[in-house]
């Protein structure tokens, strides 16, 4: 093997670049020569392309270098062909694709054509497998114990929820704040660890009837909340509660965003004379869940992650995905052949993977102990959750 290939597919995130660097580190240590396609799937089937050296990397800059597109080889003409071509023509023994559950769909038939190995990264943390459901959750046993780019999105979502307790105080609020992470709850999850009173992920179908009763009962208690909710959450039906109705992108997915507006509002009509509120807010912080510098654990997890899938080829692992796995209090880069990584349906398409539900209180509407616990290796010491000290408030 002289020469490999890289490239980083769907949304972007803090720690894409580390990934880059690990990969070209190890590769300068191989002695591969590196190229890198640009955009994704997209400039691979386009033949666009730079030669990629670590010292062009910043592991410490958001984003990718190499930028990316949500494109899906499959519905482009000759989209496999073609690409293996591009391949062929540059002299490449093998691929590196980074990505979520999308660039991983292609990737896995990708792998069928042309020698492929993988580095997940998504702030939606929904690549990978839970334990064996039944009793106790063994963290060991997760597959891909976070995706590259969750926990610096983890802990600046935990950062928000926790900070907005100044305003929510203040105020009298009740704050609506929104996480990112279209179909699964793990980043609303998150919240939990900034102290949010309430949190709504969409596993779990929309109660709406039991939310405003803890709404009700935990504002009479603090006179202030705050309730993170994930953007995909669900009715009753299955049907996504906001969606732009102008938006579908390449691999059929509705773009939802909007729905802490939609319940806030809602709570307001319902609730705002029996708690004599008025100050019902939303809060979405959006991209910037997905934008600068990756915290420490990110960073060195993912650059471990880019080594390992060097390795990966170097020892003809092919169709393997390198994985973050817990290993006690630590996280390690391990190589697992794609098959026990993902799960997929008929169509080839990965299914993501949800909150795993000993994680999350449905009745409780919260993080379980174990939820708490999970975030722990992720997050590192979070600081505390704020707190005022209750007021004994006296009238002449
Ligand atoms: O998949 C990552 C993600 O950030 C989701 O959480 C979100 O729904 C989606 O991408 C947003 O897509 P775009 O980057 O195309 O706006």
Redesign the pocket.
């Known amino acids: 093997m002289r020469r490999i290939a890289v490239l980083t597919g769907?949304?972007?995130?803090s720690s894409l670049n580390a990934t880059l660097k690990g990969v070209a580190l190890e590769a300068e240590r191989q002695g591969f020569e590196l190229l890198g396609f640009v955009e994704g799937w997209k400039g691979l089937y386009e033949g666009r392309y730079v030669k990629l050296r670590s010292d062009m990397i910043d592991e410490r800059a958001g984003g990718t270098l190499l930028k990316t597109s949500?494109t899906d080889l499959r519905k482009v003409e000759d989209g496999f062909e073609r690409s293996v071509e591009n391949l062929k023509k540059l002299r490449v023994d093998a691929l590196i694709a980074v990505g979520?559950d999308d660039t991983l769909t292609v990737g896995a038939a990708f792998a069928q054509e042309f020698a492929t190995a993988f580095v997940t990264k998504?702030?939606?943390n929904d690549v990978g497998r839970n334990p064996p459901q039944g009793g106790k959750i063994d963290f060991e046993g997760m597959i891909n114990y976070f995706c590259p780019g969750f926990p610096t999105a983890a802990l600046k979502f935990a950062s928000f929820v926790r900070d907005l307790r100044t305003t929510a105080y203040s105020h009298e609020r009740v704050m609506v704040v929104e996480a990112?992470?279209?179909d699964m709850g793990w980043?609303a999850l998150a919240g939990a660890c900034g102290g949010a009173d309430i949190v709504v992920i969409p596993e779990v179908g929309l109660n709406y009837e039991r939310l405003r009763e803890l709404v009700a009962e935990k504002f009479k208690e603090q006179r202030h909340l705050i309730i993170a909710v994930a953007?995909?959450i669900k009715d009753e039906e299955g049907r996504l509660l906001t969606e732009n109705p102008d938006?579908i992108?390449a691999f059929g997915?509705a773009?939802?965003?909007g729905c802490s507006e939609l319940i806030a509002r809602r709570l307001k009509n319902d609730l705002s004379k029996e708690l004599g509120a008025s100050n019902f807010n939303h809060v979405i912080p959006s991209?910037l869940?997905?934008c600068g510098p990756p915290t420490e654990i990110d960073m060195r997890v993912s650059m471990e992650l880019g080594r390992k899938a060097v390795e990966a080829l170097k020892e003809g692992k092919v169709n393997h995905v390198a994985c973050a796995m817990r290993r006690g209090d630590e996280i390690v880069a391990e190589l697992l052949p794609m098959d026990e990584v993902l799960e997929r349906d008929e169509t080839g398409k990965v299914i993501p993977r949800e909150v795993d539900p000993r994680l999350y209180d449905p009745e409780a509407m919260n993080a379980t102990p174990e939820g708490i616990e999970y975030f722990r290796p992720i997050l590192g010491d979070m600081p505390r959750p704020f707190e005022y000290p209750k007021l004994e408030i006296q009238k002449i």
């Open positions: 769907g949304g972007d995130t949500r979520g998504t702030i939606d990112m992470g279209r980043l953007e995909g938006y992108d997915h773009q939802p965003g991209y869940q997905r």
